[in-house]
């Protein structure tokens, strides 16, 4: 019997994903470029479950149960297509490789393509849980054909991460809709992370809650529907105190926030797609902002920035339970933003679906994200419930849900008072605003769009529509202004 899998690329994340599968009774084959990695991996772990050493793809290839599979997790972008180019001539029809790095969509895309010619099915995985969930159980998202998942399911099933006992991997669609799905997890994890932080600045800044303090209330908010692996262990990050000074940690932490990547695809392909992910982008942005340290220097010696003044909440609120009350102000405002932000997410998935001919099931795809993700939440079991429904009953967007319209009506009197505060003394919440920004968009039935069309037809004869007949039209602007039908 030869091993059910091959893994090549034993770094970090190749490593714990071939014990993973080894833990789960398969026998994995190993490969790494150099093979000091696989004997170490071997030394340390060797008695996990059935390997196979090798030191060359073509020994990998061997070893390997037909149809052949082979998991690739090596450094995203070039190194990918070198292992591909190896691995290609050494494969048969019907085979199947297994991308499970961060690879960008169109890349699989592009790689689907090329290798179905040849024969072969290539897989684009979206992993995410980090080494932990690698090792222990990931949000597995795989793309690719529907044949190769028929045989390479139940495999990545089984040593995903589980929601009460449920699976959280399933095929979300063709080539490169599984890095796709996964590439809009991170954007939303952006959006997640920044509206934790706004959350933060805003008590501290106009509440004066230090860190500490801060953390009984974020793990308080654990229990309420913003249950969230993220705002868990903002508890823990707020309550650390440096070694060094004894001042909380998240005060001694360089205020510069980095990326890697996966939130920027996103807000691209947002803005591709047609799809607003305001909140994504703004995350992105607000990231990009924190780098500009020096800028910000000397910004703030310019306009005195920051907050001058010591403001409390009870200057903003007037009352003996001023601060509690504005805590609950900002739990609910940082929900309802939170809820934009996967509004959007989902909505851009599905002008994804429409752009790629994918048919992405939002069930589906929110059921992936219960366990073993960064942004798993209580909040998704309750989304997977809002698209539980016939096709004809799917909200057009996740705020017309009748699982959220309460919730966010109930929100919006607290979510407009915390956006105020923010903008009258100063803090910056961009997520917070324009998530409001959003939503006041939508309920709007008129928008400024037709003074934007008019100008559009003044300076460029760009042409509009009329909301009383049909037809495209142009006013002569620069004759005698009537309006010809065109
Ligand atoms: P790295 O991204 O650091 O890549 C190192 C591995 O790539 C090593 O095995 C290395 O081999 C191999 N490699 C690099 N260049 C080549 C090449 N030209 N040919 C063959 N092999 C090559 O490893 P990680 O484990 O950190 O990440 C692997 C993938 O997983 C990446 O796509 C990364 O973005 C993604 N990732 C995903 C996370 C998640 O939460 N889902 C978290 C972290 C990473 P050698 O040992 O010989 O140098």
Known sequence: MGADIGVTGLAVMGANLARNLARNGFTVALHNRSVARTDSLLNSYGHEGNF????????????????RKVLIMVKAGGPVDAVIDELTPLLEEGDIIIDAGNSFYEETRRREEALREKGLHFVGVGVSGGEEGALNGPSIMPGGSRESYDSLGPMLEK??????????????????????????????????????GEAYDLMRSLAGLE??????????????????YLIEITAEVLEQEDELTGRPLVDVIVDSAGQKGTGRWTAISGLEVGSPVTAIAESVFARSISSQRDLRAETSRVFSAGINEAITASELYGEDDAQQDFVEDVRKALYASKLVAYAQGLDMLVAAGEEYGWDLDLKSIASLWRAGCIIRADLLDTIMKAYDVPAAQRPKNLLLAEEFTEALNECLPAWRRVVAAAATYGVPAPVFSSSLAYYDSLRRDRLP????????DYFGAHTYQRVDKPGTFHTR??????????
């Open 52 to 67: 196979v050493r090798t030191e060359t793809l073509a020994e990998l290839v061997e070893s390997l149960e037909r149809p």
């Open 159 to 196: 040593i995903s991460a589980k929601y009460h006992g449920e699976a959280c991997c399933a095929w979300v669609g063709t080539d490169g809709a599984g890095h796709y799905v996964k590439m809009v997890h991170n954007g939303i994890e952006y959006a997640d992370m920044q509206v934790i």
């Open 211 to 228: 860190p500490a303090t801060q953390a009984g209330v974020f793990r308080e908010w654990n229990t309420t529907d913003l249950a969230s």
């Open 449 to 456: 769009a037709s003074l934007t069309q008019g100008l559009r």
């Open 477 to 486: 602007w620069s004759q005698d202004r009537s309006e010809a039908e065109v």
